[in-house]
Antibody
Framework: QGQLVQSGAEVKKPGASVKVSCKVS????????MHWVRQAPGKGLEWMGT????????IFAQKFEGRVTMTEDTSTDTAYMELSTLRSEDTAVYFC???????????WGQGTMVTVSS | DIQMTQSPSTLSASVGDRVTITCRAS??????LAWYQQKPGKAPKLLIY???SLETGVPSRFSGSGSGTEFTLTISSLQPDDFATYYC?????????FGQGTKVDIK
């Protein structure tokens, strides 16, 4: 059974960057597409983007273009999401989620709380 | 961008009730729709993919239907474990969007 394990909670100041990791176990990064989704406190789910380690292609939601970077280390089966120029509105739980083809996001990480506060 | 609109936003129901949640897409997405269940403090859980395919391990009281722009999630007989928030999600041309969610609470 596959599992995604994310890095721990972060507290950042406005303008800083945060990098969240997501380690895959039970399968390999090359078998899936990794997506990142966030959820602000009391709000709904917001898709941020995806990376495909097979061809290195990344696709981002328009609102995150220029501020988000998604990378993978296939040697350790770990995916990373870095968000820069943080503002208070970026306070949220950030999830990684894997997908095989277009059959939905079947495995999710436990979430990483990122708090942006001065 | 394709917008997804769920209705209702909140639904009050009793154990044993038949529950239906609707999701509408702003343009046709064929059958590229998934449904998720989320409980407080937890990650979402995939229930249905490709509009009507039941994810392995999900109880058969959950079903999905629809194509094009209109989709439904039905719970045939609501169980205590089903009180949660449900989200639809579309996939179309390298873009994924979630609906705003439907909270199912106890009447």
């Amino acid at each position: 059974q596959g599992q995604l394990v994310q890095s721990g909670a972060e507290v950042k100041k406005p303008g800083a960057s945060v990098k969240v990791s997501c380690k895959v176990s039970g399968y390999t990064l090359s078998e899936i597409s990794m997506h990142w989704v966030r959820q602000a406190p009391g709000k709904g789910l917001e898709w941020m983007g995806t990376s495909d380690p097979e061809d290195g292609e990344t696709i981002f939601a328009q609102k995150f273009e220029g501020r988000v970077t998604m990378t993978e280390d296939t040697s350790t089966d770990t995916a990373y999401m870095e968000l820069s120029t943080l503002r208070s509105e970026d306070t949220a739980v950030y999830f990684c989620a894997s997908a095989r083809g277009n059959d939905g996001f079947d495995i999710w990480g436990q979430g990483t709380m990122v708090t942006v506060s001065s | 961008d394709i917008q997804m609109t769920q209705s209702p936003s909140t639904l009050s129901a009793s154990v044993g009730d038949r529950v239906t949640i609707t999701c509408r897409a702003s343009q046709s997405i064929s059958f590229w729709l998934a449904w998720y269940q989320q409980k407080p403090g937890k990650a979402p859980k995939l229930l249905i993919y490709k509009a009507s395919s039941l994810e392995t391990g999900v109880p058969s009281r959950f079903s999905g239907s629809g194509s094009g722009t209109e989709f439904t999630l039905t719970i045939s007989s609501l169980q205590p474990d089903d009180f949660a928030t449900y989200y639809c999600q579309q996939y179309n041309t390298y873009s994924w969007t979630f609906g705003q969610g439907t909270k199912v609470d106890i009447k």
